[in-house]
């Protein structure tokens, strides 16, 4: 009796001894792939404290905040991060009102056409940038434009304004259309209704899709490198220092970057929770 | 204000018409002078004519197939790795990931907030010759005393398949995170094993995920030449680089552009294949 009781214990601990080991090893793995991930992030931020020898930044030679306390000394670097925030600034703008103006249409009508918008928008997210960026310049180059400052522009806000339409649409998906009717039942006008109820409701949306603009914008290297002329945005700046030794300002800027933008996310995912809470 | 009105279903297309017409313009037409581009022959001191050059497409292919099917296969690479390093841990975010799941995720895209070619180099410092990552293996003997990370096709795919890997993981976790755990129980509740509950029933279901993920990895990673620039050597020079050079410093456009086609027309071919084979009958089957 006691045997035949024993048994199916021992048979069901052996599974559960088996499941919490792989439970584990998913949790490791996971672990490792995360520390991956933020494996370079940390090399960067590290080697902005580097003291190099020589003109290459590749192996540690000892701490310094000189890098930190004098981020534009090198030639040149200040005035391709002006460039880099003046046309990202402009660029996300722009992508942004006409990209909202896309969504809101998506998002509230039903009109002939809209599966195909919908298909359209997608084409240059999975077109490889190496294209897009040569296609542009066969324009330009055939128009007999010369390239620079504004072309990159004109490029920024083409690239960018399919991420605004899939940003901004996720977020106004869920919008409910009846605060809308309140307003007109009051006696809004159509006008009055979208200036002072939907607007304000969609901006968040709206505000998330700029700073997607704004980010890929200051990040994108191959569009810009075709479409670029003698203009030196940031990203191309370093492209011409890789060849040459990357100064270790480069990785101060980088590092500067990634803080602000860690620092806007977790606002944004704070303020979130804060409003669900409400 | 009295014309919207009269005409109300005009308002979408006015919506649509700045944003498209944009996109006309700067996406669309592009498209056509590429193509354009892509049948003309000359230089740029004697200036180009538009002749109907096929021949840039069929010269284009015999002398640049191996960089073709090298950004091919490094993508092709690139992809299953960031598949199988993202799929578990996109899954573990998803199941396990409880109250931390938005920090995991932004660990999973802070990468994309270091600017590409910064993170790039990084791999420069963690992959050089007197780095860690070089001595550890020369320590094990898998690398010998002479043998380089750095300037090799290992380094060219380690790199891709970090700077892409995001686009693997935020669509498996999207798709992931949908799943009723429900039915992963009531597949366990009629006896099918751990194992059994995933294939049949986690896996078919993340398979929309898998498919979008690995489209959104290969496509661009396919295309990309930042990699093979800063990691490798012209031997491992990607259709990227060939492309990026004829454009910006031999200037021969033609064959440059018909590249481009090729380049698109290859990886369409490989995407069809792909939906296809993976698409239609697997996910008719989890149906």
Avoid: C
């Avoid at chain 1, 083409?158 to 869920?174: D, E, L, P, Q, Y």
């Avoid at chain 1, 670029?228 to 890789?242: D, E, I, M, N």
């Avoid at chain 2, 600017?115 to 010998?144: C, F, H, K, M």
């Avoid at chain 2, 012209?234 to 380049?263: C, H, W």
């Amino acid at each position: 009796m006691t045997s035949y009781a024993a048994t199916p214990a021992r048979v069901r601990s052996l599974p559960r001894a088996w499941a919490f080991v792989r439970r584990h090893l998913l949790t490791v793995y996971a672990a490792l792939a995360l520390l991956y991930l933020m494996l370079p992030i940390g090399v960067v931020v590290l080697f902005s404290f580097n003291d190099p020898v020589g003109r290459f930044n590749y192996t540690w030679e000892g701490f310094t905040l000189d890098h930190w306390l004098n981020p534009f000394g090198v030639p040149g670097i200040q005035e391709s991060i002006t460039t880099s925030l003046e046309i990202a600034a402009l660029a996300s703008l722009t992508a942004t009102t006409l990209g909202t103006l896309i969504a809101l249409a998506l998002v509230r009508y039903a009109f002939r056409g809209r599966g195909a918008t919908n298909i359209f928008i997608f084409l240059p997210m999975t077109t490889p940038e190496v294209v897009l960026g040569a296609s542009l310049l066969t324009l330009f180059l055939n128009l007999g434009v010369s390239t620079g400052f504004w072309t990159i522009f004109i490029a920024h806000v083409m690239f960018n304004i399919s991420f605004v339409v899939v940003t901004v649409r996720a977020r106004i998906v869920g919008f409910d259309r009846h605060l809308e009717e309140a307003a007109m039942d009051l006696g809004a006008n159509e006008w009055t209704t979208f200036w002072r109820v939907t607007l304000p409701l969609i901006a968040p949306g709206i505000v998330a899709g700029a700073l997607i603009a704004f980010a890929l914008s200051v990040d994108d290297f191959v569009i810009t490198n075709f479409n670029a002329g003698a203009t030196v945005t940031f990203p191309l700046y370093v492209w011409g220092a890789a060849r040459i030794g990357v100064p270790p300002q480069v990785n101060v800027i980088g590092t500067a970057i990634f803080a602000v933008a860690v620092i806007l996310m977790l606002a944004n995912v704070l303020l979130q929770r804060r409003k669900e809470h409400a | 204000m009295a014309f919207v009105h009269r005409h109300k279903g005009l308002v979408p297309y006015l919506l649509l018409l700045p944003g498209l017409g944009f996109l006309a313009l700067f996406f669309v037409v592009p498209a056509y002078y590429l193509a354009h581009t892509s049948l003309q022959t000359g230089s740029l001191d004697a200036g180009y004519a538009f002749t109907w050059a096929w021949e840039n497409y069929t010269d284009a292919i015999s002398t640049y197939h191996e960089q073709l099917t090298r950004s091919l296969v490094y993508a092709g690479i690139a992809t299953a790795i960031a598949l199988a390093v993202s799929y578990p841990l996109a899954y573990w975010i998803a199941f396990r990931g409880g109250r931390w799941k938005t920090l995991f995720l932004l660990i999973v895209i802070a990468p994309f907030f270091v600017t590409y070619l910064i993170r790039t180099l990084a791999w420069q410092n963690i992959l050089s010759d007197n780095g860690p990552v070089v001595e550890v293996l020369r320590a094990i003997g898998v690398l010998d005393d002479g043998e380089r990370l750095l300037a090799t096709s290992t380094a060219v795919v380690a790199g891709i398949t970090y700077n892409f890997l995001p686009f693997m993981a935020l669509p498996l976790y999207a798709s992931l995170e949908q799943i009723d755990e429900r039915l992963i129980e009531a597949a366990e509740d009629l006896y099918a094993s751990r194992l059994q509950a995933f294939l049949r029933v986690t896996l078919p279901l993340s398979l929309p995920g898998v498919v979008a993920g690995t489209l959104l990895t290969f496509i661009p990673a396919a295309g990309d030449f930042v990699n093979a620039e800063l990691l490798g050597t012209p031997r491992e020079a990607m259709i990227g680089n060939v492309i990026q050079s004829k454009f910006l410093v031999i200037t021969d456009y033609g064959q440059a552009a018909a590249l481009s086609f090729v380049l698109m027309a290859a990886i369409l071919a490989l995407v069809l294949a792909y939906t296809r084979a993976l698409g239609a009958d697997r996910l008719a089957e989890a149906r």
